[in-house]
């Protein structure tokens, strides 16, 4: 086998390895969804986190105060909006565990099948 075949084949087995696994994250998405939509869930679930938001918010401002000598306004909204930020997040993904969770599992079941396909191709197995 030449190193263009190679290449090909293998390129060719990535983009089934990617193409099974956004198959198995939707199939999964829509399972945990079951018809309601995403932006609904995504909006209850930043209601939810306002609370991380504000506490990573005055860990931003505390830091900031005890970290720095000369205070400028400019570095303490950089610093609250930076912590409220990583709060937002952290807050977004708590609320979101279970979808990701069932989404990641979905993604990582289509991967294996494909990667036992691709097994099976390259070693078939003679019962005769």
């Not at 994250?25 to 306002?50: G, M």
Request: aromatic share 10%; proline share 2%; glycine share 10%.
């Amino acid at each position: 086998m030449s190193f263009l075949e190679w290449s090909k084949s293998n390129v060719d087995y990535g983009r089934r390895l990617v193409d099974s696994a956004v198959e198995g994250a939707r199939t999964a998405e829509d399972e945990f969804l079951r018809d309601k939509p995403l932006a609904v869930n995504l909006e209850r679930s930043a209601r939810q986190a306002l609370t991380p938001t504000v506490f990573g918010a005055c860990l931003g401002l505390l830091s900031w105060y005890l970290g720095s000598e000369r205070h400028s306004t400019r570095r303490a909204l950089a610093c609250g909006f930076r912590g409220g930020a990583i709060g937002f997040g952290a807050g977004v993904l708590w609320e979101n565990r279970k979808l990701i969770s069932s989404v990641a599992s979905g993604a990582l079941k289509n991967i294996n099948k494909t990667r036992d396909n691709h097994w099976f191709e390259k070693n078939p197995i003679d019962y005769a």
